[in-house]
């Protein structure tokens, strides 16, 4: 079953999900922190020893004017040292609203008493696994 590592790059953190093609479906997996504004990639670099994804899917930031953000060559490069860095094929993927959806998720939850820092990271996790999902559900179907 081929799993993908899916991510909402941020320029302060960077959520994390894992999916796999042949259910179609994503779980976060965590928020990492960067460090003085760089990708926390000893943090990176240990959820793809521990989850040998086959390809990564990163979430491309757009107004809802189809522009990209200002910042959207971070998440280029981001994608690209990914790519560089762990042999990866990487997929960019429009991620418009995800944060939006993953926070009204979020607080559709029975239970979830995290505080606020703590539902910031939740948030970007489930991000980065709606990212994901998104681009599963485009996939070609094979059966």
């Known amino acids: 079953m081929p799993t993908l590592l899916g991510f909402d790059f941020g320029p302060r953190k960077i959520g994390v999900a ?3 093609t042949v259910t ?3 779980t976060p997996l965590t928020t990492l922190r960067s460090r003085g504004e760089r990708p926390d990639w000893p943090g990176i670099e240990a959820l793809v020893r521990e989850w040998q994804p086959s390809a990564a899917v990163v979430g491309l930031p757009f107004n ?10 971070r998440v280029h490069r981001f994608a690209r ?6 042999g990866l094929t990487v997929h960019l993927i429009d991620e418009r609203l995800t944060s939006i959806e993953a926070r009204r998720e979020l ?5 979830f008493k995290g505080g606020a820092g703590e539902r910031d990271l939740a948030i970007d996790a489930l991000a980065a696994a709606l990212i994901l999902e998104t681009w599963l ?3 070609p179907r094979t059966d």
């Not at 809802?64 to 060559?73: C, H």
């Not at 040292?81 to 762990?86: A, S």
């Open 107 to 111: 607080s559709a939850r029975p239970g």
């Open 81 to 86: 040292q990914l790519e560089g860095r762990f």
């Open 18 to 20: 894992v999916g796999q």
């Open 137 to 139: 559900a485009e996939l």
């Open 64 to 73: 809802m004017d189809d522009t990209q953000v200002d910042w959207a060559p």
């Open 24 to 26: 179609r479906s994503a």
